[in-house]
């Protein structure tokens, strides 16, 4: 049996969006991140790094959203949700992937997380500031140069899609319009249509 540890509203709802895709047996563990619940003696027991998602396995717990994707694809390879025989076209999901989480996860992050970064309040008000223009210049690349459609890769759902959708539900309070990226937008809305993603949603702390 497969445990997430998942917060709603954060990157874990890419990792749960996919179980739900996969059909996988598997329970959700809530974790409340506003009241310091990764920060609990018991939840560093399961992710040292104080931070979700984490995926509790038979083999052991594996933590980061990349690597956590593409275990979930591996492990159900049937539903084709990465190309796992085709080492070029998986470089070039994982390239995609990595994108969102090393860098337009981190963007993002300046503005709920940027004690992480700096103590004083004018420093953590100037990454705030700048969090609209990052995260605008992130989707513009999006956008016009690596979202192929009608999915992230191309013709074919992937380990890509939950996670791209997941970030955008960010937008709105960064303080970015999600309809300045159509082709981003529409990937949005479909998204929004899935029952895996309505089962995500619908999960709350
Ligand atoms: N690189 C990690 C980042 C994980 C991460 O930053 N998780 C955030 C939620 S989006 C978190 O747990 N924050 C709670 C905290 O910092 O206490 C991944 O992609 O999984």
Redesign the pocket.
């Known amino acids: 049996m497969l445990t997430l540890f998942h917060?709603p509203?954060?990157?874990?709802l890419a990792?749960l969006i996919t179980l739900n895709e996969l059909e996988l047996d598997h329970d959700v563990h809530l974790?409340n991140?506003m009241a310091?619940?990764?920060?609990t003696p018991e939840f560093l027991a399961i992710n040292p790094?104080?931070?979700?998602?984490a995926l509790k396995t038979e083999r052991g717990i594996l933590?980061?959203?990349?690597?956590?994707l593409l275990y979930l694809a591996q492990i159900a390879p049937q539903a084709g949700l990465a190309p796992l025989s085709d080492p070029f076209a998986l470089g070039d999901l994982q390239a995609f992937n990595s994108y969102?989480?090393?860098t337009v996860?981190v963007a993002h992050?300046h503005r709920p997380?940027g004690s992480?970064w700096a103590d004083e309040e004018s420093s953590l008000e100037d990454m705030k500031r700048r969090v609209p223009g990052n995260m605008t210049e992130c989707f513009n690349l999006i956008e016009t140069g690596m979202f192929r459609g009608p999915w992230v890769m191309g013709d074919t759902y992937t380990i890509a899609d939950p996670y791209l959708y997941t970030i955008c539900t960010w937008l709105a309070g960064d303080g970015v319009d999600i309809a300045n990226f159509p082709r981003v937008h529409d990937h949005f809305k479909r998204m929004n249509e899935r029952p895996a993603v309505k089962k995500a949603l619908s999960l709350t702390a």
């Not at 790094?49 to 998602?53: N, Y």
């Open positions: 917060a509203g954060t990157c874990s990792s974790v991140t310091g619940g990764t920060r790094k104080g931070r979700v998602p933590t980061e959203t990349v690597a956590i969102l989480a090393s996860h992050a997380r992480r």
